[in-house]
């Protein structure tokens, strides 16, 4: 393993809250990310779907849907550097960030859109093989591209290109999959080994050599939800921790739904890659992003049975339970260590790693 | 008026084509935008809904809707320089693009989503701006924003802020408004003043300052798309003439229905600043963007009762008759000109006006 990080384009992690201008930390997921939402865009666009804050907003339609069917619509912008890198693109991403933002409403993705923000002076054939990847990607996750737009800025803004994706998803009958629907006695659920986006994005960034070459996780979890309601209707809630990683998203759980969350600290799946690169680049696995995971809150009667049916799939091989919902300390999420202590798994502020989706 | 064009920080309006790597031309709504999309990403994402090119896709959700109902998903990025300008900012521009490119469907737009991408450093308080306006908008159009996504770029990447916007809305049982409808005898209506959006833009980059400050046409057209269809569902073509301009638009459409058309130079509503900005600027009117105007091609046999209709409207009191389409000259739009001649007006190749939504 060589170490060469070049601490001259490190960016602050933890900005200063307060601030009169964006800083980077405003983007990574976290404490800053909440706030703006909360002080800019909540007071101005104040409804009540978005006041929801989930991944989708979940619309009726005004009754242009079957009865009962409800519709999932969400959006997701991807400015990640470098566009490419081991294990896929920026296109994979930005397919299969927004197929996941609207699987976990319990949809079944069908559509999406894709917006380009192009630098001038992008190769043509950069920009050909990210829409080769991210036409593959559609057909993996079996949703359909329909509509588009194309913008170019000029060469030194943007940073090659930047793609926003939307998607809108049916969800089933029935289903009824909220931010705030833990229960105490819930089971908390991953898919499988956490961590792998976000090191892989850092290590080839900061030029970090290890044995073996760690690669982004993206794939796309629609498979998995689909499968998961095969067993019951009765999921409680589902995410997939992306920016901010597992501790941000049960962070925001725990608030959603007025419950505390405990982890059991030696459960948790991550590859010793994973671990080795964390130790060197001073993360926490915890917080770093996932782009191929999801975390699954069950009613503690279906979670062996969801564990299992989870194992069946191929993004879900190494699925594995990480701990459960009590009512003690609610709004807050521990972590019980190894040695027998409990320790505080808090909300990040700003973040970990700049500009990785 | 004063003339202080700084040629320095001029774009060169006719790129090259056959480019090895992407110029501002391919971001301009003409032929070369065209290439981009018919040589990169038809290929890519090839499927029936995309092939069609619409502002919206169209979309019956397999069944999800209830009996003859469709679904109209459209999305658009914003990446105007300045940010701020005569009449709106970014913000406005946003919401009634997406609003517009949904309605041009014959939908009603509903809901839509926004993905924010921040340049580190921009002031928190011309984001609330921004936010405050788009708020303003959505409100005033009638849409509710539901979802949203907030990224950040570093200081000098990026200008500012893009605005990714997507659209949802539902198209009544019975409309069927599409590019390929244009029929020989059929009239074409526009409704109201064009090359406002594009000149005031240019006008306040370039430093120009005439007497009159022109300000954009920046509005939200899904009332004049509703009122026209209390008249008759029987409404062929609609569109935004956004990038581009009239010119393109028409020129879009004449191919995309196999016919040609006609527009009587004389009676294209272009306001005198507007002419006289374009004179300086060594612009054509026909192929400056608009943001509050649509096209409409409608039945003969409709074409006076829609037009009174639009005139009841606040955004459409001029709206005016500017040409007719024809079974001559096939996949071509010509002009009329006052003295009793006849020009092509061919599409634009690169693009006359960069950055300009």
Same mark, same amino acid.
């Given at each position: 393993?060589? $170490? ?6 490190? !960016? ?6 307060? $601030? ?6 405003? &983007? /990574? ?18 409804? +009540? ?9 979940? =619309?009726?339609?005004? /009754? ?24 896929? +693109?920026?296109?994979?991403? *930005?397919?299969?960030? !927004?197929?996941?933002?609207? *699987?976990?409403?319990?949809? $079944? ?7 380009? #923000?192009?630098?001038?002076? =992008? ?11 991210? &036409? ?5 996750? /079996? ?12 060469? /030194? ?5 930047? #793609? ?13 999959? *909220? ?15 956490i961590g792998l986006h976000g090191t892989a994005i850092m290590s080839?960034r ?8 760690i690669?982004t996780d993206?794939?796309?979890? +629609? ?8 067993? !019951?209707?009765? #999921? ?5 921790p992306t920016r901010g990683g ?13 419950? &505390? #969350? ?5 459960? =948790? ?5 994973v671990?080795?690169a964390c130790?060197?680049l001073?993360l926490d696995p915890?917080y770093v992003a996932n782009e ?14 969801? =564990? ?19 009512? $003690?300390?609610? +709004? ?7 040695? &027998?202590? !409990? ?8 973040e970990q790693l700049p500009?990785i989706c």
């Open positions: 393993m060589s $170490q060469k990080i070049d601490f001259s384009n490190w !960016t602050c992690p933890l900005p200063l809250r307060d $601030q009169p201008n964006v800083v980077m930390g405003h &983007g /990574g997921g976290g404490k800053l990310s909440a706030e703006l939402v909360e002080n800019i865009f909540l007071p101005a666009f104040a409804n +009540n779907t978005l006041v929801k804050l989930a991944d989708s907003a979940v =619309l009726d339609l005004n /009754g242009a849907m079957t009865d009962g069917a409800r519709l999932a619509f969400s959006t997701d912008s991807f400015v990640v550097k470098p566009l490419f890198f081991p294990g896929g +693109n920026i296109g994979d991403l *930005a397919i299969n960030g !927004t197929v996941n933002d609207v *699987a976990m409403s319990g949809a $079944q993705p069908l559509f999406l859109s894709a917006g380009f #923000i192009l630098e001038e002076g =992008l190769a043509m054939d950069a920009l050909g093989r990210i829409a080769n990847t991210m &036409g593959a990607a559609a057909k993996a996750a /079996g949703v359909t591209l329909v509509t588009g737009d194309t913008k170019v800025v000029n060469k /030194g803004h943007g940073d090659g290109v930047y #793609i926003n994706t939307s998607g809108i998803g049916v969800i089933p009958v029935g289903v009824n999959i *909220a931010p705030h629907q833990a229960r105490p006695g819930d089971v908390v659920i991953v898919s499988g080994e080839v900061e030029g970090l050599e290890f044995e073996t070459v690669e993206c794939a796309p979890l +629609n498979g998995l939800v689909a499968a998961m309601l095969d067993v !019951t209707k009765d #999921i409680h809630i589902l995410r997939d597992v501790a941000s998203a049960l962070n925001e759980i725990a608030k959603a739904s007025g419950v &505390g #969350i405990v982890l059991s600290e030696n459960k =948790l799946p991550i590859p010793s890659a671990r080795s130790e060197l001073g915890l191929g995971k999801l975390l699954a809150i069950v009613p503690r009667e279906f979670a062996d049975e969801i =564990l299992a049916k989870l194992q069946t799939q191929k993004f879900g091989e190494r699925a594995t339970i990480i701990g459960e919902v009590t009512a $003690q300390h609610p +709004n807050m999420v521990v972590a019980k260590t190894g040695i &027998g202590g !409990t320790r505080v798994v808090d909300m990040m502020i700003g500009r």
